[in-house]
């Protein structure tokens, strides 16, 4: 039963009618999100962990600044602004959020008919993600206003590193002589780690907009699997471009869990990597640099690399940040990202090839894969 408090909350933002009914949506993981139901539209209700992001004004105002400049891009080529971008509801007085009693309330329409997935389970999924994500940055590619940092140093591998370092320092649960052969793994690729972040620090890898948490679940599809908007623009922030690639790829292509205990379930799909690649690229290879396209499957590596030592990290310091279900959950996290960026190694090869043959000079860069597109 949804707390009687959550109605007093509700009043405070500008819907269209009164509320008729609020019901939760989802576990919670990070934020506490719910339904609003009025006479006449629903709404997202959430309450922002201020843990997780320290400075929820500055978070809403990215998302503001973001959601304004995308709306004008989709009106302007005659689209649907309220479907095809996220859309903030303000408050009664034109506040972004409420606060009450050191909790940040914000709210957004919702979508009606729209659907999400979990899992790239099909080539043409894997496909429109791709188109999703890729066209979410391109019509971001002439944004040029900072936005400000709301998780200080997310995806800056030098600030990870200043991280680890105090952990090895610290060994605050007494767990680091357990796991040498895993602290290896992390310093055996320090360096080469660090020359890839070195090019974004240099410019060599411009600073776009980056959405930060590109799973498939963060992407609105309309009943025919057509992409209609990227939501969860929580992290919205300023970084390279990459990092949201090399996201995605982590999570769409490994075929085994997250937290797989049977590592032999778990490697990269190479053919899953061709279809998202493919999709991304059709819509934002044109606004990528030379450098960017070069570095662009590296990108993966990358992130999984800092995600095998982010949960590597916390197991050490005695599971402080993510959330576990038993003592070696962060352990065996880490291992099963390894085993995935071990075959993301082992095929970098063939994904370079793949991304160079997309973007080929031909200027045919998704013709392979027009089969996959909304009459297939």
Same mark, same amino acid.
């Given at each position: 039963?949804?707390?009687?408090h ?21 576990e919670? #993981? ?15 209700l959430?309450? /922002?962990?201020?843990?997780?992001f ?16 995308? /709306?004008?891009k ?12 996220l ?9 972004? #959020? ?17 659907v ?6 099909t ?44 952990? +090895? ?6 767990? /680091? ?6 602290i290896e ?8 780690m ?14 776009? =907009? ?9 992407? +609105? ?11 969860? +623009? ?7 471009? +990459? ?45 990528m ?13 990358y ?11 916390? #197991? =050490?310091?005695?599971?402080?940040? #993510?959330?576990?279900?038993y ?12 085993k ?15 991304? /160079? ?7 045919? =860069? ?11």
């Open positions: 039963m949804v707390d009687k959550l109605y007093d909350i509700a009043q405070h933002f500008a819907f269209d009618a009164p509320v008729r009914e609020i019901t939760a949506l989802g919670g #993981y990070i934020n506490d999100t719910y339904i609003v139901i009025t006479e006449r539209s629903r709404y997202i959430q309450r /922002k962990n201020h843990n997780i320290p400075d929820v004004p500055a978070m809403m105002d990215n998302i503001a600044r973001v959601t304004a400049h995308l /709306k004008a989709v009106a302007a080529a005659g689209g649907d602004p309220e479907r095809e971008v859309t903030v509801v303000r408050t009664r007085e034109g506040a972004l #959020y409420h606060s009450e009693g050191g909790n940040y309330w914000a709210a957004s329409l919702y979508i009606e008919g729209s999400t997935h979990d899992v790239a389970d080539p043409r999924l894997a496909y429109m993600g791709g188109r999703g994500i890729g066209r979410f940055q391109a019509m971001l590619a002439d944004f040029n206003e900072p936005l400000k940092e709301v998780i200080k140093g997310f995806h800056n591998i030098r600030w990870r590193f200043e991280q680890w370092d105090r952990s +090895l320092a610290a060994n605050r649960a007494g767990r /680091k002589e357990t796991v040498t052969e895993e793994w992390i310093e055996s690729r320090r360096a080469q660090l020359t890839f972040w070195e090019m974004v620090e240099r410019g060599i890898l411009p600073t776009r =907009i980056t959405h930060n948490d590109t799973k498939l679940s963060n992407i +609105l599809f309309d009943q025919n699997d057509e992409v209609l908007c990227v939501i969860d +623009l929580d992290t919205v922030m300023s970084s390279t471009s +990459l990092n949201d690639f090399g996201d995605a790829i982590r999570s769409y292509t490994n075929t085994g869990a997250e937290d797989d205990s049977d590592l032999s379930r778990v490697a990269m799909n190479i053919e899953t990597f061709r279809h998202y690649t493919a999709g991304y690229l059709a819509e934002c290879g044109s606004t640099t030379r450098n960017e396209r070069e570095w662009l499957a590296f990108s993966a590596l992130i999984t690399y800092e995600q095998v030592l982010r949960f590597l990290m916390d #197991y =050490i310091d005695g599971d402080t940040y #993510y959330k576990t279900a003592p070696t959950h962060n352990l065996v996290r880490a291992r099963a990202q390894y995935l960026l071990q075959s993301m190694e082992e095929q970098y090869d063939t994904m370079q090839a793949i991304v /160079k043959e997309l973007l080929s000079s031909s200027g045919e =860069i998704y013709r392979p894969l027009n089969h996959l597109t909304a009459d297939a």
